[in-house]
Structure formats: structure tokens, C-alpha cells
């Protein structure tokens, strides 16, 4: 058997038979307090391992920091319900005849520096096979990441009890054992961490159907949303009658642990003032005038008047019809003018003067590299300071809500619509999706698929199974419901296609690689060769339309059995 592992070393001893303390110098020996035949996937068991492994190599360092990684926030618990188990270090033990996976916890061990061993608290994820004794044995572990404190917004964290409320951190649903059936809860005003919420369980504005409750169980996914319809205040807590806005089939136990949020609605405000108008652009300059057209044709002369009377004719020459004779008489009076001809035609327009520049707008609130909006006043915009482009880089202060997709390079982040869940292969938003990679397939909508070269320099998705390494290694993609291998999910919640073994499984079942091509199991594969590798979770096991949906998230860790 051997066992891939992408982070931390691989550290050998030899395994020895159950032992709850050892007694002698444990140098080079590994065990565990339970013989390994005797365990089960999810018992709590003692890890008995040496600070000098069969080379006689110092681990000191790796050993102590086994149980010294948080890896998430330790949630109180009260009466007689067990500590919460917080893992630090995944780790495996392996040889050819079997293998121990299991969870170191948290701040669990204890050091004897007299028989050079330390002694830590697991729980086991998987175990198949056997080891026998004083044979050579594989360690590898992966320290898990701090885990981030709990910080309820408007609430806390309390404790379920079928009980009467009765102390700290309690709280009494009744109408139901299904979160979707209650109609009446009960929470004292301190919760587990002992922090007075009185305040807030006691406000209650004047109005009707006033605010919401919000549940969620602990290690679950579903949050279950409670319009507050009335409430009964009393000293030391607060009965709120509900109904329920959620729907689903998640139920509850005593001393189950429950995150509690409360919103309520506020009186609407009076409107604000409108602002003052900005001031008017000034007035561009006039363009110049075009230049006259050409003068019309002249009209036609009028006719001549009649002339005048001749005077007396000279003494020598006699009368010409007009020739010249001695010197004329006077003139006559003249005629009456002739009519004026009429008009020319008006010549073409000459062309129109270029346009003045335009008023400037007012600007508020400006600033450096500021996006301008519109405030919907004509002339007026505003420089928002929260939005700045400086010509390469788009930069947004806050919260951002984009419609559609996001695309950074051949990764798509991407929506679905709102019927989508009811169809198989449909994926939801904030799922990682491989777009564009231009590998070459046909795929079949949510079946799995590895990326492989096909030898001519081109990727291509291939049907991934656990029958061997080969299949089963490298990136995993599962096709969406439009069987595009241009559109393949990474990782993301999607309605699983109708499986008979899931629908009847629980919320959170560890979903794997199946033999079977393309396919998925929730029992791991055991057979010589075979390989077992985590592909995601089991989130509802059958939604409205009778599909389940999984979380798909292909761990980076795998075995080879």
C-alpha cells in the first residue's frame, strides 16, 4: 500500500500492539491504546507515538505541534453533553497490510520525556486491514488551519433543551422536533458564553410581525429563518411565538447546540431635505455668419416715357425727325417711369458658423481618479470616493453586488436561475467553474472527469474512477447540467441527478471517487489498487423536486490501497 500525501514529511517506526501507557523506553515504536481490528470510523482512541522514529531521527518538532493547530472555534457546552472534538493534525498510518486515518485533537497531549513518547487524543476517519507487531509502519500527517472565532451577529449561541428553560444558555422549542414545525421558543437572556443579551430579546417595537429569528444548528449548513408574530417578556427570559418562512426536513435533539440571530424592523425616517441647485454653465460663444449669397439677375428695362413737346426750329435747317438742327428748344416734361422689372432669385445660404463650447457641469464631491454617477439633477454629478479607476486598475471600496457572472481568465464564478434546483447538473452561486480550458470531450452532465494530455499536446477530460491511480489523480471537474466541457464545476454546491443511496443518506455523509466511471459512492473503495479519495459532501439529501444536492470539493489528498 502506499499513500499520497501533498504536505508534510513522511516519518517511519515500527508499530507495537496496544498499549495504554507504555512503561519501557518507547524510542522508534508507534500505537495506539485499542487493537487496530477493534476500531471503527468515528471512535475516540489514545495515539502512543515516539519523538525518535526507527532512524533514529529527532521529530521532536513535528510531534509537539501535533495537537497545537485550532482548527476551529471550541463552542461551551453545558449539563452532561461531551466537549466538542476540535481536530488539529489529519494523519494516516500505513504499511502493506492496512491503514489507520484519523484526526488528532486539539490540545490533547501529554509528554513523557522518560520513555521518550507522547500520548494524543483521536478520532478515526477510516481504518481497514491490520498491522502486526514490531513491523515497519508509514506516518504522515497534515496540520489543519486555525480555525476562526465565533461571533454571532445579533444573537448567541445556546443550548437545546426539551426541558423548562431553566438556566444560562438555554433554549426551549416546542411545536416540533422538526425546525420547520416550531411555533414557540423560549431563550434565557444569557447564553452559553454567559453574555446578557436581555437588551436585545426584550426589544419590541410598536408594530406587528415586528422582526425575524434565525436557527442554525451546529455543524450544519441550513440556516431556518422565524417571523416573530409575539413575544412575553419575563425577568430572566423571553418567549417568542413564531412561524416558520423556511422550509426543510433538518430536526433537532436535547443538548444540541444553536446559533440564534434576531433582526427587527425600525420605523421608516423622514425624508431629507432636497439639495440646492448647482449653478448654470456659462453660455458658449456664437458661431460666425456664413457669407451672402450671389445677387439675383437685374430685370428687364421698363419701357421709355413719350417725349416731349419740340420747341421752334432754328432759323437755317429745317426739322429733322431728330436730326440735329439749331439749338433745341427746351426740354419737355418728362414721362412717367416704366414699371420696375421683377426680382432676381435669392442666392444660396451661405454655410452655418461652428457651434460655441458648451456650459461646464458641476462636479460634487471631486477627487483624483473619482468614477463619475449621475445625482439626476441635469448639469450635476458626483465623485464617488468609494469607486476609483486611475486608467489600469478598477478599485471599489465595500460592498459589491454583481448580477451574472465573474470572469478572472479561464475561471468563471457563476449564478444559476432561480428553477434551476430542480433540474439535475444545475450548479449555484459563487461555484467555481473551469470555462474556456479548450479541452477537447463530450461530457455527460454530473459525472466526473479528470484533465489528461491525449498525447498530441491537447488537454482533454476523461472519465474518472477509482480502479486505479491513473484515473483518479490530478484535477477533478463534474459536468453541469448543459454537458459543456467548457463549463465544468471545480468546486460548488449542485442537484446531484436522482441516486437512491444518497436520498436516503444524512446531511454531511462523505461522498467519494467510485469505482465505477464518472460516478460517485459514499462507501470508499477497498480492493489492492483501488483508490480512495473524498469528492465532497452530502448537503440535502432530497430537495422540493426529490433530488439531492452535494457540495463538490475534490480533496487534495488521496490513498492508494
Known amino acids: 500500500m502506499s499513500i499520497f500525501q501533498l504536505k508534510g514529511d513522511i516519518l517511519s517506526y515500527f508499530y507495537t500492539g496496544s498499549t495504554s501507557a507504555p512503561t519501557v523506553d518507547f524510542s522508534t515504536y508507534l500505537g495506539f491504546n485499542t487493537a487496530v481490528t477493534s476500531m471503527v470510523a468515528g471512535g475516540q482512541y489514545r495515539l502512543n507515538?515516539?519523538?525518535i522514529n526507527n532512524k533514529n531521527e529527532d521529530a521532536t518538532d513535528i510531534i509537539d505541534l501535533l495537537d497545537g493547530v485550532q482548527s476551529a472555534y471550541k463552542i461551551p457546552v453545558k449539563g452532561g453533553k461531551p466537549d466538542n472534538f476540535i481536530s488539529s493534525t489529519?494523519?494516516?498510518v500505513t504499511n502493506a497490510t492496512g491503514t489507520v486515518v484519523f484526526d488528532i485533537k486539539y490540545s490533547s497531549g501529554t509528554d513523557d520525556i522518560t520513555y521518550n513518547y507522547a500520548s494524543y487524543d483521536i478520532e478515526v476517519v477510516q481504518v481497514t486491514g491490520n498491522f502486526t507487531g514490531d513491523t515497519a509502519v508509514y506516518f504522515t500527517y497534515n496540520y489543519y488551519g486555525g480555525g476562526a472565532d465565533f461571533s454571532p451577529i445579533n444573537g448567541g449561541y445556546y443550548q437545546a433543551t426539551t426541558g423548562v428553560t431553566a438556566g444560562y444558555g438555554d433554549i426551549t422549542i416546542t411545536g416540533s422536533t422538526y425546525f420547520s414545525g416550531l411555533t414557540e421558543m423560549v431563550l434565557y437572556t444569557l447564553d452559553l458564553n454567559q453574555v446578557d443579551l436581555s437588551g436585545l430579546l426584550k426589544y419590541k417595537p410598536q408594530t406587528l410581525n415586528y422582526g425575524f429569528i434565525s436557527l442554525q444548528k451546529e455543524n450544519s449548513q441550513i440556516s431556518h429563518s422565524y417571523l416573530i408574530e409575539g413575544s412575553v417578556i419575563s425577568s430572566d427570559r423571553v418567549k417568542f411565538d413564531v412561524s416558520a418562512m423556511t422550509v426543510s426536513d433538518e430536526t433537532f435533539t436535547h443538548q444540541d447546540g444553536i446559533f440564534v440571530s434576531l433582526v427587527f424592523n425600525g420605523i421608516n425616517g423622514s425624508s431629507g431635505t432636497s439639495g440646492s441647485s448647482g449653478t448654470s454653465g456659462s453660455s458658449g460663444t456664437s458661431g460666425s455668419s456664413g457669407t451672402s449669397g450671389s445677387s439675383g439677375t437685374s430685370g428687364s428695362s421698363g419701357t421709355s416715357g413719350s417725349s416731349g413737346t419740340s420747341g421752334s426750329s432754328g432759323k437755317s435747317g429745317s426739322s429733322g425727325t431728330s436730326g440735329s438742327s439749331g439749338?433745341?428748344?427746351?426740354?419737355?416734361?418728362?414721362?412717367s417711369s416704366g414699371t420696375s422689372g421683377s426680382s432676381g432669385s435669392s442666392g444660396t445660404s451661405g454655410s452655418s458658423g461652428t457651434s460655441g463650447t458648451s456650459g461646464a457641469a458641476t462636479i460634487l464631491n471631486a477627487g483624483d481618479d473619482r468614477v463619475l454617477t449621475s445625482t439626476g439633477n441635469a448639469g450635476e454629478a458626483q465623485a464617488e470616493s468609494a469607486m476609483t479607476f486611475d486608467g489600469s486598475l478598477l478599485s471599489i471600496t465595500g460592498t459589491s453586488e454583481i448580477s451574472g457572472s465573474i470572469k478572472v481568465g479561464s475561471f468563471l464564478i457563476q449564478g444559476m436561475k432561480a428553477n434551476d434546483v430542480n433540474t439535475g447538473g444545475y450548479y449555484f452561486p459563487g461555484s467555481i467553474i473551469a470555462n474556456q480550458w479548450d479541452a477537447i470531450a463530450s461530457v455527460t452532465s454530473n459525472s466526473i472527469y479528470f484533465i489528461k494530455d491525449n498525447g498530441t499536446g491537447n488537454?482533454?477530460?476523461?472519465?474518472?474512477?477509482?480502479?486505479?491511480?491513473t484515473t483518479a489523480n490530478g484535477i477533478l471537474a463534474m459536468a453541469t447540467a448543459n454537458a459543456d466541457p467548457n463549463e465544468m464545476l471545480l468546486e460548488g454546491p449542485i442537484v446531484h441527478?436522482?441516486?437512491?443511496?444518497?436520498?436516503?443518506s444524512t446531511s454531511g455523509t462523505l461522498l467519494y471517487l467510485s469505482t465505477s466511471s464518472g460516478d460517485l459512492t459514499k462507501t470508499p473503495p477497498t480492493a489492492t489498487n483501488e483508490?480512495?479519495?473524498?469528492?465532497?459532501?452530502?448537503?440535502?439529501?432530497k430537495n422540493a423536486a426529490g433530488y439531492p444536492i452535494i457540495y463538490f470539493k475534490p480533496d487534495q489528498n488521496w490513498i492508494e490501497l
Open 49 to 51: 507515538i515516539s519523538y
Open 90 to 92: 489529519r494523519c494516516a
Open 327 to 335: 439749338t433745341s428748344g427746351s426740354s419737355g416734361t418728362s414721362g
Open 459 to 469: 488537454m482533454i477530460w476523461d472519465l474518472a474512477d477509482a480502479s486505479t491511480a
Open 497 to 504: 441527478k436522482q441516486d437512491a443511496t444518497l436520498t436516503a
Open 531 to 541: 483508490v480512495v479519495r473524498i469528492v465532497g459532501y452530502l448537503l440535502i439529501p
